[in-house]
């Protein structure tokens, strides 16, 4: 069965530092893909990033990247130079193929501060 | 703007009403999708619909009652639900309908439901 851990229950930020969001998955699958999604406070999940589990380099995009290591099965998620507007929850998921599910992690909240 | 559209956002209903959830998208999507959600908890999956009709239940009681009437509309009818129904209620759509895994999900602000 897919599992998919956020250990990080919540971080808390000041502006314009740092933060990176861990991910850890499990899966008896050889090919997958993982995905990241946001929650803001208004609900709706919004797509981040998709990554295919044969390609393991790091993308980049804005302020955002993903570093993803598949012999520690984890797919990291950093956020350059935060700004309250990335505050959310950040969900972390796996799908379950035979069911074509997203297993999702618990979820990250991240709060930036002014 | 999201691109599916759901309705009504917040709905509180007694144990004996029927109301439905509507769910909306013309992005000629082909699959849909219901995912609950608790609070403070990753949404998890009710129901989901390929080229309109049902393809998984996740053995959700039958007080809920999903219908997909055409490509791009996908209800969800509640009937003698229990306080402990009250949840955000997400829908989703994604062009793929295949098994790969790799289906990218479009997601809806949700309907907040309220069971008193």
């Known amino acids: 069965a897919q599992k998919v851990t956020q250990a990080q229950t919540e971080i808390s930020v000041v502006e314009k530092e740092d933060v990176t969001l861990d991910c850890v998955y499990e899966t008896r699958d050889t090919t997958y893909y993982l995905f990241w999604y946001k929650q803001p406070p208004s609900g709706e999940l919004v797509f981040l990033i998709r990554?295919?589990?044969?390609?393991?380099q790091n993308e980049i995009s804005g302020r955002y990247s993903w570093n993803f290591q598949k012999s520690t099965s984890s797919f990291n998620f950093t956020i350059t130079a935060s700004q309250v507007v990335d505050s959310a929850v950040y969900f972390c998921?796996?799908?379950?193929?035979?069911?074509?599910?997203?297993?999702f992690g618990s979820g990250t909240r991240l709060q930036v501060q002014p | 703007d999201t691109e599916v559209t759901q309705t009504p956002k917040h709905l509180v209903m007694g144990m004996t009403n029927k109301k439905s959830l509507k769910c909306e998208q013309h992005m000629g999507h082909r699959a849909m999708y219901w995912y609950k959600q608790k609070a403070k908890k990753p949404p998890e999956l009710m129901f989901v619909?390929?080229?309109?009709?049902?393809?998984i239940n996740e053995s959700v009681p039958s007080r809920f009652s999903p219908e997909c009437p055409n490509s791009s509309l996908l209800n969800l009818h509640l009937h003698a639900l229990q306080p402990e129904d009250s949840a955000l209620y997400l829908c989703?759509?994604?062009?793929?309908?295949?098994?790969?895994?790799?289906?990218?999900?479009?997601f809806g602000a949700g309907s907040r439901l309220t069971v008193l």
């Open positions: 989703a759509s994604s062009q793929e309908t295949g098994f790969s895994g790799a289906n990218v999900l479009t």
């Open positions: 998921a796996l799908p379950d193929t035979g069911r074509r599910a997203l297993t």
């Open positions: 619909y390929s080229y309109e009709k049902l393809s």
């Open positions: 990554r295919n589990s044969f390609d393991e």
